[in-house]
């Protein structure tokens, strides 16, 4: 069974750096996509950062520049180094990946989150 553990989020004031962690247990199929999401208060969840299996990324326009998706080579852990960090940053950090197995079924699966705050 595929599991995400996210840590690393936290307070910091407007300016500071965050890194995200998650550790992906369970995996036995191909990995196709990992990426980050975030959601906050009264808002919809959003992607953050995407990589796809070739290693290729995506970010959301407002992050583009201040964060940075990697992994650690494995598929067993993903990153978001996060600087520069603005008010609007505060949400709640979840970790997604989405596996595809032999039979060409996807399936996606999340973590529990990790709350990052940032205070002026």
């Known amino acids: 069974q595929v599991q995400l553990v996210e840590s690393g989020g936290g307070s910091v004031q407007s300016g500071g750096s965050l890194r995200l962690s998650c550790a992906v247990y369970?995996?036995?199929?191909?990995?196709?996509?990992m990426g980050w999401f975030r959601q906050a208060p009264g808002k919809e969840r959003e992607a953050v950062a995407t990589?796809?299996?070739?290693?290729?990324?995506n970010y959301e326009a407002s992050v583009k520049g201040r964060f940075t998706i990697y992994e650690d080579g494995a598929k067993t852990a993903l990153y978001l180094e996060m600087i520069s960090l603005q008010r609007e940053d505060t949400a709640m950090y979840y970790c997604?990946?989405?596996?595809?197995?032999?039979?060409?079924?996807?399936?996606?699966?999340w973590g529990q989150g990790t709350q990052v705050t940032v205070s002026s």
């Open positions: 997604k990946t989405v596996c595809l197995d032999s039979g060409g079924h996807y399936s996606a699966y």
């Open positions: 369970g995996v036995s199929s191909s990995l196709y996509c």
């Open positions: 990589r796809d299996s070739d290693g290729r990324t």
